[in-house]
T-cell receptor, first 115, second 112 residues
Framework: AQSVTQLDSHVSVSEGTPVLLRCNYS??????LFWYVQHPNKGLQLLLK????ATLVKGINGFEAEFKKSETSFHLTKPSAHMSDAAEYFC?????????????WGLGTSLAVNP | GAGVSQSPSNKVTEKGKDVELRCDPI?????LYWYRQSLGQGLEFLIY????????KSGLPSDRFSAERTGGSVSTLTIQRTQQEDSAVYLC??????????FGPGTRLTVL
C-alpha cells in the first residue's frame, strides 16, 4: 500500500531564502504525486502534480518539485521565500488506478516565513 | 465556472444531536470525496463516490457516519449522535477524469 512521509512537521525560513519541504513516499507502482497548499482559513489548493511525464514539475507561485524514483522522494522547493508562502503544505500520493483512485495524504509541513 | 461549494461553513451543535453537511461538486465531476481534518492533522479519508458505483465507505470511523449522493451530484454527510471527538473541518472534493481533486472550503464542525 502507498504511504507518504513528510519529514518535517515545521519549517521556518527567512524571506528571500530558499524553501525545501521534504516528502518521501512508498508505492508499489508508478505513482501520481501532488503538493497541496492550505493557507490559514482558506481551502486546499493544488500547487503541482507529477504524473509520469517530466520529473521536474513546475507549479504555481514559483514552486517546483522533483520526482526521484531512486530515492522515492518528491521534495518541494522554491528559490526565494515570500511572506505570502506561509501556510501548511501537504504531500499526497494517488492510490489505485482508473476510476478507483484515492489520495493518501502526508501529515503536513507548516511553513513559517520570517521578515 | 463555480468550484466546489460546501454548506454550512460553520456548524456548532450539542453532543448527541445529528448534523448534515452538504457538498455541491463541480458540475460534471463524476467522483466525490469526503475527508476530515482535525486540528493540526492531515486529511483523513472518509468516503468516496464514483459515478453509479457503490461508494467506498472504508474510511468512515463509525456507523454514526453516513453519506449519500443524489443524482450523481450533491452529496450529504450525516453524523448521528455527535460526539466531541467529531469536531473537525469536513472537506469535500470532486474529480473528473484526472487524478486532480478540487476541494471545497470545508465545514467547521464544533460539538459542545
Amino acid at each position: 500500500a502507498q504511504s507518504v512521509t513528510q519529514l518535517d512537521s515545521h519549517v521556518s525560513v527567512s524571506e528571500g531564502t530558499p524553501v525545501l519541504l521534504r516528502c518521501n513516499y512508498s508505492s508499489s507502482y508508478s505513482p501520481s504525486l501532488f503538493w497541496y497548499v492550505q493557507h490559514p482559513n482558506k481551502g486546499l489548493q493544488l500547487l503541482l502534480k507529477y504524473t509520469s511525464a517530466a520529473t521536474l514539475v513546475k507549479g504555481i507561485n514559483g514552486f517546483e518539485a522533483e520526482f526521484k524514483k531512486s530515492e522515492t522522494s518528491f521534495h518541494l522547493t522554491k528559490p526565494s521565500a515570500h511572506m505570502s508562502d506561509a501556510a501548511e503544505y501537504f504531500c499526497v500520493v494517488s492510490e489505485g488506478a482508473g476510476n478507483n483512485r484515492k489520495l493518501i495524504w502526508g501529515l503536513g509541513t507548516s511553513l513559517a516565513v520570517n521578515p | 465556472g463555480a468550484g466546489v461549494s460546501q454548506s454550512p461553513s460553520n456548524k456548532v451543535t450539542e453532543k448527541g444531536k445529528d448534523v448534515e453537511l452538504r457538498c455541491d461538486p463541480i458540475s460534471g465531476h463524476t467522483a466525490l470525496y469526503w475527508y476530515r481534518q482535525s486540528l493540526g492533522q492531515g486529511l483523513e479519508f472518509l468516503i468516496y463516490f464514483q459515478g453509479n458505483s457503490a461508494p467506498d465507505k472504508s474510511g468512515l470511523p463509525s456507523d454514526r457516519f453516513s453519506a449519500e449522493r443524489t443524482g450523481g451530484s450533491v452529496s450529504t454527510l450525516t453524523i448521528q449522535r455527535t460526539q466531541q471527538e467529531d469536531s473537525a473541518v469536513y472537506l469535500c472534493a470532486s474529480r473528473h477524469n484526472t487524478d486532480t481533486q478540487y476541494f471545497g472550503p470545508g465545514t467547521r464542525l464544533t460539538v459542545l
